[in-house]
Each structure stands twice: as C-alpha cells, then as structure tokens.
C-alpha cells in the first residue's frame, strides 16, 4: 500500500442516538417578542405630566381665561392641557393637565366652551382603531399560543420519528487508522496468535496477491478464551498494522426491547463496513447474540434467532472482493451456535491464552512506562507472583499501586507500593474492626502455621508466600502459597500433599489444644479437602479401584441444565469409601509432621503471634 493511500483520512457518518432537539431557547425567543409586541402600545412618551382633578365649572373659568394650550375629548374624559408652566419648584420642566370626568363627549358644547373668539384646538380622540384592537387582542393572543403549542409538538413528534427511525443503526465505534493507532508491537505478549493474524493484515494490506491464486482468505476470526487477556487489542492491533478503519461493537448492544430492531442493526453495522472498506468488524462478546439455537417461544428468543439467521446471511453474503474481515471474541465459545463455527464462516478460531512468565514481565513494564514508577523494580519477580493475572488484572495491580502512591503523598510507585496492591487485589482489604481475642489470636497463629508447616515439608506443594493472621475483608487469617512457575498439569502427587497440607490446621489444633477444643473457623479447608479428593476420584480417574466413566454428567443442548450421569449404589458407596481413604491418609500425614516438628511449629507460631505477618524469607529462613 502506498503512502498515499495510508495517509488517506477515513470519513464517516456517525449518528448519534438519543439527541435531543434544543428548541427551548427559540420558544423563550418567541414568547419575550410576543409580551413585547403586546406591551409597545402602552409605553408611554418620554414627556412627563402633572395631572390635577378639576370640576366642570374650573374648567369653564380657565377656558375663557385662555388658559389651555389644547383640549382633547378621550371618550368620557377631558384634558386639558395649561399653556403655562408652573414656576413651583416641584414642577420644573414639567406640563400641568386639569383632568375632567365627562358625562358625555357633548358636554364641552353644552357648556358653551367652543367660544368662536377663543382660539384654544379643542379635538376629539378617534377610538375606532383602539376599539378594533381591544376587540381582537384576545383572538390573536389565543390564535399565537395555538401556534406555539402547534411547533413544540410538531417539533416533539419529530424528535420521536427520527429516533424511532434511528433504532435500527448500528451503535458500532469508529477508530480511525489514523488516530488512535495500535500495533504488533505494542502487544507484548501471544507471539503465536500475532503469527495467526499476520495473514489477516496482508489479506488487508495485498489482497491482490492472494486473488492471483484463487484464495479465498478466512475473513472470520473468532477469538476466545478468558476477559481480559487482550483479544480487543488484538483486534486493534491488526487494524493499526493493516491501516484500515476498525468499528467495534459488543454483542449486548445489539439487543433492544423493540423487534426487528437487532437483526436491523446487524444489516446497518455490515453496510457502513463495505462504504468505508477494506475494514475490520469486531464484535465483542459475540455469545449474546451468536448461542445455540433451540425450540422456544416467544419475542425474545424469536428475536435473537432473527438476529443469529441474519449474521450467518451476512458471512455468506461476502464475494471475493469485499475486504472486510469480521472478528470475534468470546469468553465461552461452547455455547456458540455450530453454523457460526462451520467452515466459510467463523472457521479461523485463535486461542488467546493468559500471558505466561516472560509475557507478564514485559506487560509489567508496558503498563509501568504509563506510570511514575522507579527503575529498580525487579519484575521478573513481580511476574512469578502474579500466575493467572490477565493483561487487564497486570493493568489493574500497577494503577492501584499508583493510587496508594497518591494517597501516601509519595511522587514515585515504589516495589512496596506495587507489594501492597498486589495483596489487596488477591486477599482484600485489611478489617480492622474485626478484633480477635488472646485465645482467639493463638488458636488462629497455630492453626495457619499448621498449614506452612506440613506444606513446607512435603515436596509437591508450592512454596509458602505469606502467613497472616491480621483480618482480612473475607477471611480473618491466611496462609498464602504462590508457584514459582507456570504449570498446565496437575500430577496426583501435589494433588496428595495439598490435602496434608490443608488437614494441616486440624492436626494443630489437636496437637496443641486437645481434641476437646476443636474451633469451627476451618470450614473452608474441609470443603477444598473434599472436593479435591472427590475429584480426584471421579474426573480425574486417579485410582485404579474406580473405574474411569463419566462421574459427573453433562450439560443439556436445549434445556441448559447440569444433568447428572446415572450412578449405581454399589459404585456410590466405592466413590465415598476411596473419598474417606485418601481423607484419612492426608490427615494421618499432617498429624505426623506437626508431631515430628512440634518445637518448630511452637516457635514459628510464636513468633507469629507478635508479628502477626511472616513473609517469604522469614519462613524460609526456619528451615536454614
């Protein structure tokens, strides 16, 4: 692709929903013009007037006297107006008026004031107009507020068509090519899925060289496996290296209260895809509309149906010369629909596995670079803490160090800091509130180094990290075991040793405080103890004396329900007398460690008792 050609600016229309139509000021506009409109006819002149209340016989006496300047007949009131100014000091600059009360507009004839001698204009108002006016004014102030109301709902009706209408648009997000930019390399991690989706960006980038042959590249991806391992950055990723527009949608946008409206949306998203191609659809959580199809009724699951029928009319709507590559993402693919998944369709599936050791060490950094944090951090370290973190749970754990770093007024995010979030984010927020008593505390002290213990003297556990007996927001003590490395199989001899080590506490407490004061507060390691070893029994097939058949049951296609496998009673009481025995034996172990370390177990619990935390090299540091 030339030069030109990534430089080129991608324009699109984007509509916007929910817009709401401002005409509120032009209504205010329309109603101060009308009240002014009404109240022109009465502001009166700049000129003011002394008026004073005179009978008809003064009037007669300043008349002939040659008083008045003029005379004006307003209906049933007469003013005269003085041809003199007073000299008061109250009415400077200011016209005297002698105001009479009428009893008719004949009465200044009757009184013989029209003198032919006596030049003073006597005229009489014109009321005709004034009268009109006052007549209609009710009209036209009604007639104006009907055509008022008549806009605001014109205009409300509108607002309503033209969001009815815009229902079925796609509410896909645009990220231009040019802005925004994400690229391979920018992506520390799944080399081997950045390997798969190379030919995808040379599909975008050449695809003349792949028509030349015949081939018809997979334009489908599917991208699956746990939230928050990256699969939208990738996705992005293969947008900013191909330099095409990227639009991304989840899957639960497409879903609206109204019919007609999901499918609608999905012609609209693939339509705007092929204006501005070559592009890269991308839909995340593809699972809300893509599940399996199974008899049902109604609007609902009609709904979705037209919705899964009208994607699988799109992919194979696609011709040789449309560039546009659609990917997917999904956290359970097992539920996806099987015409989504044949091949012509999404055909290419790509696992975005969790980062592994040097993976996490370089998006350590990756995120650390956004943030003030000092150089002699170690985070290979960091990194074999951090098993099963996502890409988004290793952004997580550097953004809330940098938070403590702020709340403790410090300018740079120290190894402590990231020490401290890390174990908020994995054991919660220290309880304060929650106080043991001295009894309490020392029963508690025994019972975690219990656990330590046994697991630090059996091979096949993983190293001990912390032992905390301070309050925790869902556990009041705990013994922390993190691995040193990534694993993908579990052998039955760790299996083995985890069930010692959890029977740990129960040994401890029997050693130290007699069977008689046996707490209740390890009902959780009971429970991982019993499931464990049920396990191992019936999935795992780890013991010869029971057979290996499906224990477990399966999931029904249509109904969605965990169905129980069919078990005998004779095959029952095996699965719970092996169960019992492997129990049994895990106990019997732990029973034997702590008594064989009994002064070790002392001391350590003692000293845990006073520091309420021992960390990693602390314990270690026993055993030297």
């Known amino acids: 692709m030339t030069k030109n050609k990534k430089d080129k600016k991608i324009n699109i229309k984007k509509i916007k929903l929910n817009k709401k139509n401002n005409y509120k000021p032009l209504l205010l506009l329309i109603v101060i013009s009308l009240i002014i409109a009404l109240l022109m006819p009465y502001i009166k002149n700049k000129e003011t007037y002394i008026d004073n209340n005179i009978a008809l016989n003064q009037l007669e006496q300043k008349y002939l006297s040659w008083a008045y300047k003029d005379i004006l007949i307003d209906w049933n009131k007469a003013i005269a107006t003085l041809s003199w100014k007073s000299i008061t000091e109250n009415w400077i600059s200011k016209i005297q008026r002698d105001i009479i009360i009428l009893p008719d507009n004949d009465s200044l004839n009757e009184l013989g004031l029209k003198n032919s001698t006596i030049k003073t204009p006597i005229s009489i108002k014109d009321k005709t107009s004034e009268k009109f006016w006052s007549d209609m004014m009710p009209t036209i102030i009604a007639f104006v507020l009907f055509i008022i109301i008549w806009i605001v709902l014109i205009s409300r009706m509108w607002w309503v068509a033209n969001n009815a209408m815009t229902f079925g648009k796609s509410r896909a997000k645009l990220y231009d090519s040019t802005k925004d930019k994400i690229l391979f390399k920018d992506v520390a991690w799944a080399e081997e899925e950045k390997e798969e989706l190379a030919e995808v960006v040379q ?347 499906n224990f477990i049951g399966e999931i029904d296609s249509y109904s969605w329900q965990w169905q129980r496998a069919f078990i005998s009673d004779e095959t029952t009481r095996k699965i719970d007398e092996k169960v019992k025995e492997i129990l049994k034996n895990a106990y019997n172990t732990a029973i034997k460690l702590i008594k064989d370390n009994k002064k070790l177990h002392d001391k350590i619990s003692k000293d845990l008792l006073e520091k309420e935390e021992i960390s990693k090299e602390e314990f270690k540091a026993y055993f030297v």
């Open 203 to 549: 599909f975008l980038k050449n695809p003349k060289k792949f028509r030349d042959i015949w081939a018809k590249i997979p334009r489908w991806t599917l991208l699956v496996w746990p939230p928050g391992t990256g699969k939208t950055m990738l996705a992005r990723a293969v947008a900013g290296e191909s330099w095409v527009p990227f639009l991304s949608i989840s899957g639960s946008e497409f879903v609206e209260m109204f019919v007609w409206v999901w499918a609608s949306r999905v012609r609209d998203l693939f339509q705007n895809a092929k204006k501005i191609a070559p592009a890269i659809i991308f839909i995340d959580e593809i699972d809300a509309i893509g599940k399996k199809r199974w008899p049902g009724t109604g609007w609902w699951h009609d709904e979705r149906e037209q919705t899964l029928n009208q994607i699988l009319t799109e992919m194979d709507g696609f011709d040789n010369d449309t560039n546009v590559i659609v990917m997917g993402a999904t956290n359970r693919a097992d539920v996806l629909d099987k015409a989504l998944l044949r091949p012509g369709r999404f055909d290419r599936k790509i696992t975005v596995n969790l980062p592994n050791l040097p993976d996490r060490e370089e998006i350590l950094k990756i995120h650390a670079n956004t943030r003030k944090v000092v150089e002699w951090i170690d985070y290979k370290a960091l990194a074999s803490k951090t098993v099963w973190f996502s890409w988004a749970d290793l952004g997580n754990l550097i953004n809330e160090s940098a938070i403590i770093t702020a709340r403790n007024n410090e300018k740079e995010v120290t190894e402590k800091r990231i020490t401290e979030a890390f174990e908020r984010l994995v054991m919660w927020l220290r309880k304060k509130s929650q106080v043991m008593n001295d009894e309490e505390k020392a029963i508690t002290a025994y019972h975690e180094v219990g656990h330590a213990l046994v697991g630090k003297l059996l091979p096949n556990t993983d190293p001990v990290h912390k032992i905390s007996i301070v309050s925790r927001w869902w556990a009041l003590w705990v013994t922390w075991f993190l691995p040193e490395r990534d694993t993908l199989l579990t052998k039955k001899s760790k299996y083995l040793d985890e069930l010692a080590t959890l029977y740990g506490w129960r040994a401890a407490e029997e050693i130290f405080f007699w069977k008689e004061n046996i707490t209740t507060w390890a009902s959780n390691d009971i429970e991982r103890a019993t499931k464990i070893a049920r396990s191992m029994v019936t999935r795992f097939w780890m013991f010869e004396d029971i057979w290996a058949e």
